[in-house]
């Protein structure tokens, strides 16, 4: 800009920081959005300006443009930035708007542009890549809160409880928010991934209050013991095994659902207080419940 002799060079580089994101589609639809806002509140700041009688430009101008783009903005907030045209022109001078406005509207246009290209050759990470990555790391968390969940309701405590928690719910919510900038068919397969990670995170959380509740569910015969345990095991090897690309899961899910039928039917026969009767079957129910998340999980990422 300053090499062409153009003015509002700090309009451009603002311009150029504010529209980089995390992401290259992010980085795009942010440049775009920015851009038709300009020309947006540009419109809106001239129209204010000339609608009003001679002498009456700053203040009334000033208050219409501000009330008439963030009106829109309200509709639209994608565009709010268009506030910020609307209000420079509305406190300038009548004589110069259109001027003012075309090169407010260059400035922001280039230096998108120029925030966008620097964006996808200096590190071009799309949104999908981001949604990919978080949501692996959400699984792993996932796999580890259920470990530890079995664990509690067996009588032993895992000290990776909280940091799991935190893992999990950081990229749960960073692998949503990347992938609402997915605008292809592959945006509705991954949000459907999240929607199934919460359901096995969720899953987790029953065997959780399991645990809470007793350190007990386990006890029983040693055969009952083995097989709580190996679902245990199992079931946090197909969660990380989904994160780490392994999708061929189907063959030791089945397994996995053959010693939860075992399990089911030693609880059934158990002659256990009705108390603890209870929690067991609230741990087979829990545990039925991770496995359909996974096989729901399993089926997704083969579709891919």
Same mark, same amino acid.
């Given at each position: 800009?300053?090499?062409?002799?153009?003015?509002?060079?700090f309009?451009g580089?603002?311009?150029?920081?504010l529209?980089?994101?995390p992401?290259v589609?992010?980085?795009?639809?942010?440049?775009?959005?920015?851009?038709?806002?300009?020309?947006?509140g540009?419109?809106?700041?001239?129209?204010?300006?000339?609608?009003?009688?001679?002498?009456?430009g700053?203040?009334?101008?000033?208050?219409?443009s501000?009330l008439?783009?963030?009106?829109?903005?309200?509709?639209?907030p994608?565009?709010?930035?268009?506030?910020?045209a609307a209000?420079?022109l509305?406190?300038?001078?009548?004589?110069d708007?259109?001027q003012?406005?075309?090169?407010?509207?260059?400035?922001i246009?280039?230096g998108?542009?120029?925030?966008a290209?620097?964006?996808v050759?200096?590190w071009?990470?799309?949104?999908?890549?981001?949604?990919?990555?978080?949501?692996?790391?959400?699984?792993?968390?996932?796999?580890?809160?259920l470990?530890?969940?079995?664990?509690?309701?067996?009588?032993?405590?895992?000290?990776?409880?909280?940091?799991?928690q935190?893992?999990?719910?950081?990229?749960?919510e960073?692998?949503?928010?990347?992938?609402?900038?997915?605008?292809?068919?592959?945006?509705d397969?991954?949000?459907?991934?999240?929607?199934m990670t919460?359901?096995?995170?969720n899953?987790?959380?029953?065997?959780?209050?399991?645990g809470?509740?007793?350190?007990?569910?386990g006890?029983?015969?040693?055969s009952?013991r083995?097989?709580?345990?190996?679902i245990?095991?199992?079931?946090?090897?197909?969660? +990380?095994g *989904?994160?780490? !690309?392994?999708? @061929?899961?189907?063959?030791?899910l089945?397994?996995i659902?053959? #010693?939860?039928?075992? =399990?089911?039917?030693?609880?059934?026969?158990?002659?256990a207080?009705?108390?603890?009767?209870?929690?067991? +079957?609230? *741990?087979v129910? !829990?545990?039925? @419940?991770?496995?359909?998340?996974?096989k729901q999980l399993?089926d #997704?990422f083969?579709? =891919?």
């Open positions: 800009m300053q090499a062409l002799g153009l003015p509002e060079k309009v580089v603002l311009s150029a920081v529209v980089v994101q992401s589609g992010n980085t795009i639809g942010e440049a775009m959005n920015r851009f038709i806002a300009t020309i947006v540009s419109l809106v700041g001239i129209a204010c300006l000339y609608l009003l009688p001679v002498g009456y700053t203040a009334i101008a000033l208050a219409l501000m008439v783009m963030n009106a829109v903005a309200g509709i639209y994608e565009w709010r930035y268009g506030v910020v209000v420079a509305s406190l300038g001078a009548e004589n708007a259109f003012s406005a075309q090169e407010r509207a260059v400035a246009g280039g998108a542009l120029i925030g290209l620097a964006s050759t200096v071009p990470d799309s949104a999908t890549k981001r949604t990919r990555r978080h949501l692996a790391e959400a699984l792993r968390a996932a796999a580890v809160r470990d530890e969940a079995v664990g509690a309701a067996q009588g032993s405590e895992d000290p990776r409880k909280h940091e799991a935190r893992k999990y719910h950081s990229n749960i960073s692998a949503r928010l990347a992938a609402e900038a997915i605008k292809l068919k592959d945006g397969l991954l949000r459907d991934q999240i929607k919460e359901q096995l995170y899953s987790a959380l029953i065997l959780n209050r399991v809470e509740e007793t350190d007990q569910a006890d029983g015969s040693e009952y083995d097989k709580v345990e190996r245990r095991v199992e079931c946090r090897e197909v969660a +990380n *989904l994160a780490d !690309g392994e999708h @061929e899961q189907k063959e030791r089945d397994s659902a053959e #010693s939860l039928e075992l =399990v089911r039917s030693a609880v059934c026969e158990s002659t207080d009705p108390e603890q009767h209870v929690l067991k +079957n609230a *741990l129910f !829990g545990l039925s @419940e991770v496995i359909d998340s996974l399993v #997704s083969q579709e =891919v």
